[in-house]
Structure formats: C-alpha cells, structure tokens
C-alpha cells in the first residue's frame, strides 16, 4: 500500500488543522492506521492509531482530548483532527499501516508502510 498525507501547514497556537492520508489498494480496510510525529532533534513518536474497521481507536496522552482520528474506507483515507493546537506539536507528521488489522499499536516497528510526512509547525 503506498500513502500520501497532506493537510499539513502553519497555524497558531489554539487553532486547528485536518491532516489526510490517502492509501492506494482495494483492501483498505485491512489496514491499521496511524499517525506519528517527529519533532526536530527528537525521536518519531506515537500520537493516534485506528482500527481497520475504524471501531477502535488510541491515543497518545500528549494529544488525547486535542486530536481525534478517523477513517473513511470508501474513499481510503484516514484523517487527524488537531484542536487546540500547541506549540510543542511541531513535527513532520507521518501516517503508517499496519497489516493488524484489528489492533491500535502504538509501536512504530507494527507498521510497515509510511508516507512522506506533512509538516505542521504551530506558532505562540
């Protein structure tokens, strides 16, 4: 499966962004989703993962509350609601599949396909 994630941009703290990740292939919805982030100078870390189905989801703590993630099979995208947009949320953003499709890891090594990465850089 190959992913492509966008949404990605400058805002100011408080405010809000949608990233996308679109996944070429006809079985979408036998994939585990995530999103990471990597901030410079820093390990790529856990923020949300989706069930195949979209019926379980997780969260890190960092963003729990702020993000919310989501999936439409139909159109083979998943999608990252970022509110109340922090300072500290700087970072390529990445999306992954898993090839668990009932499960929400939170282990990058779960995940064996990546896209690109979107940038979001978050202004105080």
């Known amino acids: 499966v190959q992913l492509q994630a966008s949404g990605g941009g400058l805002v100011q703290a408080g405010g809000s962004l949608r990233l996308s990740c679109a996944a070429s292939g006809r079985t979408f919805s036998r994939y585990g989703m995530g999103w990471f982030r990597q901030a410079p100078g820093k390990e790529r870390e856990f923020i949300a993962a989706i069930s195949g189905s979209g019926r379980t989801t997780s969260y890190a703590d960092s963003v729990k509350g702020r993000f919310t993630m989501s999936r439409d099979n139909a159109k083979n995208t998943v999608y990252l609601q970022m509110n109340s947009l922090k300072p500290e949320d700087t970072a390529v953003y990445y999306c992954?599949?898993?090839?668990?499709?009932?499960?929400?890891?939170?282990?990058?090594?779960?995940?064996?396909?990546w896209g690109q990465g979107t940038l979001v850089t978050v202004s105080s």
């Open positions: 992954a599949a898993s090839t668990y499709s009932s499960s929400t890891y939170s282990s990058s090594f779960r995940y064996g396909y």
